[in-house]
């Protein structure tokens, strides 16, 4: 595959080429070069397993077999213990009545090829005819069983590994989210849970097939001792070249699976809504479909290369297959020839050789995909134990139900991963109680870090962060949480029902209808959902029958409703206007306003200024520091300040006057930019 991408890397050229005109031998083609500078190659977690089984050698195979089982069992043991009980008695009583089978064929052919009557030799060998007929009952119901404990077992298992995944995930700090290794392990780690079902399959298999192997391993020990060796030169050679022929075809769907990727990447660029109007406009579909035949034909090239390399391997694997059972079936000729086998047992050695041996194929093949989705179960293992490193702590200082103020003492704080400045430093202020505080600043000049902070989200490198006099370091950070209620910028577009978009804001407690009613109609939702066609029902998500799209500032008016619905003491806004038109925009601000009057404390953050003339006081940031704290009027009257700049600077785009010298002449902010 590293070889594949070498040439891939080498093959560039393609400026002046009229793609398609020279057919690349090594799979990658023009197309793919110049449109993704290579093979298509997903970055993420799960992608380091790529291949990974095409290393495993026959011996570590053997080797990890005992792993991979007991892994396999745990799995199944905290899923459901009586079914893979169940499961494993089955198997174990499948392989045992397999035994018991050859023996009993064995008694049959020696009484059927003894000497003497036919009819007396029948007789002679029917007990042992119903005990071969009872074993092949016995192992028909056991594998009845099986299915069913496994068929009970599965989805169990995945139930189990998908809530051990979401449940930790949905714990930890939001600095583990934003860390590249883990958010890659998390990635990696949610195809455990479907990986740890079809373990259990894989598994079944696997065992089922070692215990044929050694129930005829077994008999044939016991009828003659040479019968092992020749099990062994029958089975070594196609299991061998069963992993030759298994891994071949993997790495060839892998190659054909990357440049069917590319391929699709193209169809969706070229039908989806987004860029419908583009590739119209910018007559961009000649050139997609142009490079996409090119990447076909050089998919096709590569699978019928492949195909070829598959059709010489599996004839190799024939010939010596074919050469090892003919030196079986000759070793056995030999001995019976001479006298140091009876024919009977020749016999039944040929139908244990041939039992033995037959589910060795799908063995081997088993085991390589139980290999391979334990890598992912194995990642599942490891998010879970680092997911137990970065949970938010349980329990801590109490904070109180109504906080009172917010202060920030001395404040540092650098994204974990970060160097140089830090988002936040040495900063000190206070947030009232029951009043609105705006944050004001450029991009990039730590408002929303400052907010993240507030809320328990990230803990402070130096400094304190106190509700009512409790740092979050100590408190307990559930409580906090408890106690906000946010409209984020990008708040989430839920694809639930207009009912379950509000109601979401306090998910622990039952849905009131009054609550939910009196929240829109605060926040102006109720116009909203009057004008959806099933009403509260109606399914907010495009795509899905029923479904139904809402414009920015509808959605904007169901985020302000559900912070209403949440009814928490603190209330945290970030542009909350911004997709507003301007009658709303007024009215969501006298609504904050009256929340604040009526004792919750608003936090603000707004890039129009305009909007800051509704706070009671304003913290200025710049380049992470506090620069300056007021209320709109003392800031503005401020000369030089950094607020009275950031104010002129809209004014002026306002109405072309320049904004100071307006407001010098307004001497207060009477209409806003
Ligand atoms: N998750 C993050 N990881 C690393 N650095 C970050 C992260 N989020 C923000 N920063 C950096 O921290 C600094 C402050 O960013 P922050 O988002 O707090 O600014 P802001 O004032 O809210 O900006 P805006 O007005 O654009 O929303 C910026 O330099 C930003 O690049």
């Known amino acids: 595959m590293g070889a594949l991408r070498e040439r891939g890397r080498r093959g560039v050229g393609v400026k002046n080429k009229e793609p398609g005109a020279e057919r690349p031998a090594h799979g990658i083609s023009d197309s793919e070069q110049l449109l993704f500078g290579g093979p298509l190659l997903y970055d993420t977690g799960w992608s380091s397993h790529d291949g990974a089984f095409t290393r495993l050698s026959l011996w570590s195979m053997v080797a990890t077999l005992p792993r991979l089982i007991r892994t396999t069992i745990r799995l199944a043991d905290q899923a459901d213990r009586r079914a893979l009980r169940l499961v494993a008695a089955a198997e174990i009583g499948r392989g045992a009545a397999q035994a018991v089978g050859l023996v009993a064929v064995n008694t049959v052919l020696a009484a059927l090829l003894a000497g003497g009557d036919p009819a007396g030799r029948l007789r002679e060998a029917l007990p042992a005819l119903a005990v071969v007929a009872v074993t092949a009952l016995v192992a028909a119901l056991l594998r009845a069983a099986s299915t069913y404990g496994s068929g009970r077992l599965e989805p169990k298992v995945e139930r189990v590994a998908t809530e051990r995944y979401l449940a930790r995930a949905s714990r ?84 054909w699976v990357q440049h069917a ?43 019928t290369r492949l195909a070829r390399l598959d059709a010489r391997t599996g004839l190799w694997a024939s010939v010596w297959t074919g050469l090892a059972g003919a030196a079986t079936y000759l070793a056995l000729g030999s001995l019976v020839w001479t006298g140091v086998m009876a024919m009977s047992v020749a016999g039944t050695a040929v139908l244990a050789i041939r039992t033995g041996s037959a589910s060795l194929g799908g063995m081997v093949r088993s085991i390589n995909n139980l290999y391979d989705e334990s890598l992912f179960v194995a990642d599942l293992d490891l998010l879970c134990a680092r997911a137990a490193d970065w949970a938010i702590p349980t329990g801590g200082a109490p904070v109180p139900l109504r906080p009172g103020r917010i202060t920030f003492e001395n404040v540092t704080f650098r994204y974990p991963g970060t160097e140089g400045e830090p988002a936040l430093t ?14 004001v600043g450029e991009n990039g000049s730590g408002k929303s870090t400052l907010v993240k902070l507030l809320a328990g989200l990230y803990l402070p490198e130096s400094g304190r962060v106190c509700w009512g006099g409790v740092p979050t370091t100590l408190a307990d950070r559930h409580q906090v949480f408890e106690r906000i209620a946010m409209v984020a910028q990008d ?43 099933s009403g509260w029902d109606t399914l ?44 709303e925009e007024q009215r969501v601000f006298d609504q904050i306003r009256d929340l604040a009057d009526a004792g919750q404390t608003v936090i603000l953050i707004t890039h129009r200024m305009a909007s800051v003339r509704h706070a009671d ?57």
């Not at 969706?268 to 090119?294: C, D, M, W, Y």
């Not at 207009?498 to 009131?512: D, F, K, L, M, Y």
């Not at 495009?542 to 619905?565: C, D, K, N, T």
Request: net charge neutral; charged share 20%; proline share 5%.
């Open 172 to 255: 930890v700090e939001l600095a583990a989210i934003e860390d590249d290794q883990f958010h890659r392990l998390l990635d990696t780690a949610q195809y455990g849970a479907t990986s740890a079902r079809r373990m259990i399959d894989y598994c079944i298999s696997v065992v089922n097939a070692l215990l044929s192997l050694v129930a005829a391993a077994g008999v044939l020990t016991v009828l003659h001792p040479v019968l092992l060796p020749l099990l062994a030169l029958m089975t070594v050679p196609s299991m061998w070249s069963t992993l030759v022929t298994t891994r071949r075809r993997y790495r060839s769907f892998r190659t």
């Open 426 to 439: 040495d900063v000190t202020l206070t947030v009232p109680a029951g009043r609105i505080t705006a944050l």
């Open 540 to 583: 907010l998500a495009r795509g899905y029958q029923g479904g139904h799209q809402l414009s920015g500032g509808q959605w904007q008016r169901l985020g302000i409703a559900r912070a209403h619905y949440r009814d928490a003491p603190v209330l945290i806004v970030d542009e909350p206007t911004a997709a507003l038109d301007a009658k």
């Open 261 to 303: 990727r590319a391929g699709r990447v193209l169809s969706s660029e070229l039908t989806a809504t987004e860029t419908a109007a583009e590739i119209r406009v910018h007559q961009v579909g000649p050139f997609l479909l142009k490079h996409f035949r090119n990447m076909s034909a050089s998919s096709e090239a590569e699978q």
């Open 491 to 533: 708040f989430n577009r839920w694809r639930f029902t207009a009912r379950v978009n509000i109601a979401i804001g306090a998910p622990s407690a039952p849905i009131e209808e009054d609550r939910l009613a009196d929240a829109a109609r605060n926040a102006g939702a109720d116009t909203v959902v009057d004008s959806l066609p």
């Open 617 to 673: 006081l304003v913290h200025v940031l710049h380049h992470g520091r506090l620069v300056e704290s007021g209320s709109p009027q003392e800031l503005l009257a401020r000369p030089g300040g950094r607020f009275r700049e950031l104010y002129g600077i809209q004014a002026a785009q306002f109405d072309g006057l320049d904004g100071l010298d307006r407001l010098d002449r307004l001497g207060h902010p009477v209409t806003g930019p």
